[in-house]
């Protein structure tokens, strides 16, 4: 039986590069290396594999086919978005609430959309 997700795997121009955004700016850790792929580690567990990507990079928009974003929950949105803003965090969106669920989209340096997320409620576990 499936049980969830472990990773999700972000191909990158530089490896070490993203990884260490990922651990400077969001505060993941470096869990696993190798010389393919570096593993970062948010505090909830779950990771994502850093790989050598290969060719150009496709245009990527918010509705570009394929995986669009990483939502990032947070505790605190307005910290962490103060938080994000000082470290130069490329916005690409204004902060959002609706139904008292705020968002904020950005990304990466190699491009990938990220967002922060705190909801009101939480999504229900099932159906």
């Known amino acids: 039986m ?10 990158a121009a530089d490896i070490v590069t ?3 955004w990922y651990v400077q700016m969001l ?5 696993y290396k190798s010389p393919n792929a570096i593993f970062v580690r948010a505090e909830n567990g779950t990771m994502l594999e850093i790989i050598h990507g290969e060719g150009a990079r496709p245009a990527n928009t918010m509705k570009t086919p394929g995986i669009r974003h990483l939502a990032l929950t947070v505790d605190d949105f307005d910290a962490a978005f103060v938080r994000l803003t000082a470290r130069g965090v490329h916005f690409l969106t204004e902060p959002l609430e609706n139904k008292g669920n705020r968002v904020v989209f950005f990304a990466d340096p190699e491009g990938n959309i990220l967002h ?10 099932r159906l």
């Open 27 to 31: 505060g993941f850790e470096i869990n």
């Open 2 to 11: 499936i049980k969830g997700i472990e990773h999700t795997a972000i191909a």
């Open 116 to 125: 922060l997320l705190q909801r009101a409620t939480p999504l229900p576990e």
């Open 18 to 20: 993203l990884a260490d």
